[in-house]
């Protein structure tokens, strides 16, 4: 009862927050340098006439004053209608659509992967604290959080794809092959091992590290002892009693890093040219495609707010004391 | 009833049983690694025009020139030395990691204490964080580099205002727990302000942990900056080894064996300094979070 | 014109398999859908879009329009009136022939469509009349003297029975319909931004194209294209690879690279609206300061072809030999004398009314190359006491300070840039007039704002005169005049140079120019212009 | 081996158990060789002051010391030596053989499953029965230990319950795999007495049953009168006195024991009785010293004290009463059971000038983040009007959550008030301005209940106590710290006590600090928030003496919050008993104490334990729990726990605090029929009234 009112005032703030980042994407491309003139017209754009400029601009809506197109923003927010790529002509739903779940693909499986990994090591190496083994992982991971993301990713594909030729270093797919079945699931994965490779190695710190620390601090909870003092198995104190509960906070680690992986595959998408929504911002932030700017930006936001809000939300759930 | 005799003479059995595991914690030894590296990188920024044999914008010798007795580490594509570069790189990242990370700091510091202290108003400050935390933040950078300019100080401004909300965070959820306080209610109820409490409660501590995220910020700065270069979203024309790999990069060196002596070496460096501030920084988490103290 | 295959030797130096079952080809830009109302850059968007359609005449090795979808071309002594016949047995990818009807349709829909290169281009035929099933008689509204180049030899043709139903074309989606032409090659998949596929038309005019397949990839960037080259996963890539990489290309045993003279240019712009760019000697004492040799040299490794300082490329039929290029540092130190811009307090840099002379030279960030050719031009300056201080921007800011929504009549806000413009830019020798003119009619990528009563009359006069010595002739004076004025500064011509596996195909056709991957190297020899 | 005069073997004995913690190259002596042991059946009492050793000792007994610690001796169960097993072995052992109940229930249980499973748990790790058994005899054992509807519970977090049916879920959970012996580790310090009461019941009552040891640490002397056959008195590590529970009651031997009984307050003494103060602290668990570990505090010390260490004992051959000191043999006497107070006259009803009124005071706290603010309030003090008379103590008791500390809060203007009003001396505290309220703050001043807490540890002690001083401006910084000298000289600290750090003192050396700092700005009014209950028994006595002297010194108003009442009838004059927001009961401290009206108060008064072993015959305490303050029961708030209520009236009109008897307010509709009817007041406690 009153947790559901919490969660609506919650709610009542998330709303606010997103108002004002919908407001802000919708500056942010209009405060950039430049116009996607360019882009609306093809290259020529110096060889129109003003005339034929100002068409152009008036036809993309451009003319407006701001206020109205501020407004015909929210409208297509609204009526889920995003209009169309200056550059592509493609409507953004569908462009989004298209890129969405191949960020899917790498960013689930990396938080799959860099969870599971993460969560095992850090709750071992807690369980060992201070032996050498933690030692020597805590500081492979505090290196592993030091390296830089890009660097990895090209001398992955120097080494994996260049000099051993092991898997192909661009892409989701083969291009132009017509696989189904089983072989395009094979095709998919061989595209996807670097990429997730990257990803997962880069995230498996920080979920290591949330889980070591919060490991750490049940460890020296009363309720450890009581659980050691009835004559438990370390291996069932471990289980039953730390990791499930050192889990709890780990797992609003893990929701908001998915908000946060979402959006930070830009510079995997780019290293590895996948074709991810991170590239489709990329491309569209360099050439001004406003439509487009404005529809990954919000699909973004979106993603955050809702690894925020299932954070806000699971972290009660799992956890008894705050179940009413 | 029963009682109880100590018969002298009784044999006891007298067991020690040794502490089985030194518990001396190792993990005090990454902090000392830390600074370590970050003394010793310290001490290379310095003394950069000591060690390093040739300047770093001079074309000292023949372009993508692989490692030689004048050019240990070879030259780039313009035939800049390029151990000198990676000398000098070290002033550039460790100037706007530590800058960077301060102004976050400086930043995050006084919102989080703003945030913790004064609720209400923290609730609205923490929206605002929220809000620059779900930004997509590749446009804001262009919007900021192209109303800055590109230079090295506005990639620290860059980073800084990028890095300061989790920081704005964890400072406001450290004063929320302090404003409950006992000796913090002690001092409202001896009839101090919230300037007093904010100056001599709150802030002494707050510093501390603040200090804490600074270092480990710093890491995250080095790696940010890096990463601008190379994405030719930082000033390229800096000599820093996010420029090095920048172009690197944009010359194929990562396709060619120069990657053994173009690339390789400052993504270690970048890498080693961002570990240097990361283990310090954890250290000094160690030392200054009062949950981790116990035990 | 001729209307025979020519050989393909000379213009490429390539060789390597004559046919392929399928090519694999990177590219590094993002592209629409491939249509002539939404392909989205002019290299290689129109080069990959124009496989698969087809333009009443079409640019030989040499780069001289020939006849092609027309077989015959004859213009009116008074330049107004072009009648052109149309060539037998052309049919569009569906199978339906190719018309007089459907040029004639081609032209009125793009004249009604939305502004664009075509558009432009067509702004100019007054009518289009088709006079039987195989002829069509343009009239213009002003004598063209580039109108083959710029429209016969540009604009593609489009199917009626396709196009005529689409009211948005610059919405029109890719299906079945939209990605019928009659080109060589038939676009069967589109996905943008990430890979097209196209496939040989076998039916088509000029013969079955050398190449069944075309696959083309999108990456992110040159060095993921590179990476991908070199690991097999591609054949070639649409983009010149930068210059260190020839060497190692060609020293990977499976690769070649084929290399030659293209028109792009790479200049360096300054706004002569300020002092001291709006003086004439100031900017002669700039241009003669500059090493062109070194800057090919140390950034290019010698694959580019020096700048000339009446603009026009040395392959260029329209050179004028006459023109000069000189480096000569103490010439430039004694011009800059001159006009009074000495070193008062010996700093190294000159001053100008007290202020040392220093000026900003904006760069694109996204350039690896003219960065370093900005650093080098910096140092080349910075030694006749010219301080330079080289600022790299994001591509998109630097062309909104240099050109301001893309129209010179807006101004300028910077003072040095590096600038370049495409090849076309130089195969219409037309667009000199453009670059120079200070009527924003004419002089549209005028980015200098440079202004002079003699050059204008001269860019007059090349946009008019029909007559082709006569027009060569106005073609020198003006070259000789921008060598003297230096309205920019060209710098140099990177050479095209295009990684592939001659294994999987080498036959190239290079276009003067304008390089090897264009339509001419599907098409078969007795096929070529 | 160790045996027992009357030949009866010890089922766990504990002989020469030292444990040292070996921390970053400082050694903490925790155990310095103790000696004690538990025969079949029995129930061994270990008392001693906080650091002691109590726990640690039992923890070795268990094989749960962290793994910095170094134990060495015997630690017998039957005839198997526990310290020589394996980690295997023991684990068979714990749980099995030997139940633990730990001090804090809160936090001895998991969060995050349910009671059922956590006890199904051990039964399941040690013997191998199906999941469903597991869980029925979890179900049964819940009954056992008087959960009501266990079954509908059984599946319930721990959250949901009150701290006293936690507390028999972790007995439940000990008890589970049918232990031989039971460590009761300070079981009930977290609880109040009323639950306290409940859970002593239990445990005997198991132990009864079943024929187990009981182990039960703790440091109330009160619960280890009621519940001992044996008790042994650790001091320092070391066991320096142990005997059956009316040897050590009614003839201690060892000056530590004699005086730590004098230093407890306790219900059953004449009221007003000055408590005996042990002076100085624990020693450094640190330092090694050579001799007696009680040397330092000891008046009757010889040479050898200091120099060796005294054996423990028995006072005659073979007799069960053994003390480890030097002097154990010369019948020291100690002083007389305690007399009267000078200052405080016994018995006192007529009203002296109110100095702070609070009238119909209410503090509600509204659910924090609700945006529909319709939701019911949690009413932590709900009509509570009372005078605070000038230069008198005026004791505030009651179960924990009834609103304390929230009116102590509300009555310095630390909270918003809901309604009602607060008036120092005619001033109304809401309609005062800003820097009014800032004067008023000089004249009251709160003493908190952890001293620790209430200080910034990165402070020096002298800033701590001239804080607030430099808060409002008084004097220069010399003249700041030469006051905070002299006040560390009114509550009888030294002043170079001045110049350390917080932690660098001890737990009463603490809140004499704070005691001083609530000092500095000459207040008229001390609120003093449960000042004495984190400290040991021996501290606690200081300061109870401490806060009289100054009281009758400086003329000072006090208002004492404790949920001992023993300690509140140590030193208030007045005594109001508050329950759920409410007062029930208020009166002089002889009337409430001696005749309480209010059956509230008389069964918190019946809950709490007397320090006497001869007197064991408990009544039946208080039943069950406060009820929630979101939503207080109609009618009198009491009736649901209440045994005298009569249906139709309790229930449905809430009484009115009236004075009853001249100075003597009650709310209470049957107040005069209880009166009447019960038994006759007990003799001791009616010794004053
Ligand atoms: N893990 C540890 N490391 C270092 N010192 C410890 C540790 N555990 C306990 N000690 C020290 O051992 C001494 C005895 O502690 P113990 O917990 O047995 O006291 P206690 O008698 O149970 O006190 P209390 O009544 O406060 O529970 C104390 O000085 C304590 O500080
Ligand atoms: N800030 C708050 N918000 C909501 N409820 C509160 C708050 N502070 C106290 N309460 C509730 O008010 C009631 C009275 O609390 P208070 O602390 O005054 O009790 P107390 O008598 O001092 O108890 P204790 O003896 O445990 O200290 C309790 O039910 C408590 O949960
Ligand atoms: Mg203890
Ligand atoms: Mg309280």
New binding site residues.
Partial sequence: MNARRLGLARLGQYAIVLVVAVTLNFALPRLMPGSPLALIAGVEAGEMTPEERAAVTADAGLDEPLVVQYLTYWKSILTLDFGYSFRQGTPIEELVLGRLPWTLLLTLTALAVSGTVGIALGAFSAWRRGSRWDVGSLSFMIALESTPQFWLGMLFIALFSVSLGWLPSFGATTAGADLSGLAWVADVAEHAALPVLTLSILSIPAVYMAMRYSTLSVLGEDYIRTAQAKGLRPRAVMMHHVVRTALLPVTTVLALRLGWAFGGTVVIETVFSYPGLGRLMYDAVSARDYPVMQGTFLVFTIAVLLANLLADSLYPRLDPRTRV | MTARVITESAPEPQIVLRRSRVSGDRTRVLGVIGAVIVLALGTVAVLAPVLAPYDPTERAGTPFSPPSAEHLLGTNDVGQDLLSEMIYGTRVSLTVGIVAAAAAMVLGTVVGLIGGYFPRLGAVAMRGVDVVLILPFLPLLIVLAAYLGRSIVNTVIIIAILIWAPTARVIRSQVLSLAKRDYIVAARSMGAGHGYVIRRHVLPKTLLLAIGEFVAATSGAILLESSLSFLGLGDPLQESWGSTLYWAQARGAFLTPAWKWWVLPPGLLIMLSALGFALLGYALEQRINPRLRRS | GSNGGTEDTGSSDAAGAATAETLRIGIMSEEGNLTPHTYATGFPGLNLTMLSYDSLMQADENGEPQPWLAETVESSPDGLTYTLGLADGVTWHDGEALTAEDVVFSVDYYKAGPPGRFATAMANVSQAVAQDESTVVLTLGVPDPSFEIRVLADVPILAEHVWSGITEPDLAPFDETTNIGSGPYRLVESDPGVSYSFEAHPEYFRGEPKVDELVVVQFADEAGATAALRSGEIDTMMRSISPEQIDVLRGAGSLDVVEAPEYTTTLLVFNTAVAPFDQAEFRRAVALAVDRQRLVDDVFLGAAVVGNAGWVHPSSQWYDESVETVYDPEAAARLLDDIGLTDSDSDGIRELDGASLSFELLVASNNALRMRLAELIGEQLGEVGIGVEVSSVEMQTLDDAVWPGYDVAQGRNYEMSMWGWSASSQADIGQMASLVSSDPAIGNLNVTGYADPETDALAVELDTELDPTARAEVADQLQQRIAEEVPFVSLLHPNGAYGYNPDVFGDWVSITGSGPMTKLSFIPDDGQP | MVTFASGVADLLAIRELTVTFRTGGRDVYAVRGVDLSVAEGETLAVVGESGSGKSVTMMAALGLLPDNAEVSGSIRLGDRELLAMEERALRSVRGAEIGVVFQDPMSSLNPVHTVSRQIAEAIRAHSDVSRAAAHARAVELLGEVGIPDAKGRADDYPHQFSGGMRQRVMIAMALACGPRVLVADEPTTALDVTVQAQIVDLVDRIRAERGMSVIWISHDLGVVAQIADRVTVMYAGRVIEQGSCADLFDAAVHPYTARLLRAMPRLDAVAGAELEVIPGSLPDPEAQPEGCVFAPRCDHTLDQCAAARPALLPLVAGGRHAVACHRAGDRLTHSQPPGLVGGAPAHERSAGQIVVALDDLRVH?WG?GSWRRAAAP?R??DGVTLGLERGRTLGLV??????????ARALLGLEKTSGGTVAFGGQVLHTMSAAGLRKLRCTAQLVF?DPSASMNPALRVEDVVSEPLRINRRGSVAEQRARAGELLEIVELPRELGRRFPHQLSGGQRQRVAIARALALDPQVLVC??PVSALDVSVQAQIITLLSRLQAELGLSLLV?S?DLAVIRTIAHRVAV?YL?QIVELGSRDDVFGGPRHPYTRGLLDAVPIPDPHRRSRPVPLAGDPP??VAPPPGCRFHERCAFARPGLCDTTPPPLEQQRPGHWTACHLADEIAASSTAPDPVRSATG
């Fill in positions: 706290y924090r949690v932590a003090v009651g179960e924990s959550g009834s609103g304390k500390s929230t009116l209940q928030d449960e919050i949920h508050m927001g929630s303050p």
